[in-house]
Nanobody
């Protein structure tokens, strides 16, 4: 079956780090851009980071640049989001999502992403 599974969320103090993992199965993972989208209570979903297929170019919304790093391992069907220097405003449910070839605009809602995982909760305490 086609699925994306996000894991690695948890509770961390401000300034701490977390590493999220998105595992893909059931589709041609190598041909898809994979993005991490987050949604905090009362706020719109936003694309924190995304990595293209092919050139593996990475994109980040401004508020996470320099703190988050997205990477992919096609052999494992995995995309990672290494988050450092976490802030309370990073709190939210983080979803991984797939779209063929190219990432959407950084920070966007990613409404045209084709496949979504269930998400993992990240909570950063102040």
């Amino acid at each position: 079956e086609v699925q994306l599974q996000a894991s690695g969320g948890g509770l961390v103090q401000a300034g701490g780090s977390l590493r999220l993992t998105c595992l893909a199965s059931g589709f041609d993972f190598d041909d898809y851009a994979i993005g991490w989208f987050r949604q905090a209570p009362g706020k719109e979903r936003e694309g924190a980071a995304c990595i293209n297929s092919g050139d593996a170019k990475a994109y980040y919304m401004d508020s996470v640049k320099g703190r988050f790093t997205i990477s992919r391992d096609n052999a494992k069907g995995a995309v990672y989001l290494q988050m450092t220097s976490l802030k309370p405003e990073d709190t939210g449910v983080y979803y991984c999502a797939a779209e063929r070839w190219l990432c959407p605009t950084a920070g966007s809602r990613g409404d045209k992403m084709e496949l979504w995982g269930k998400g993992t909760q990240v909570t950063v305490s102040s």
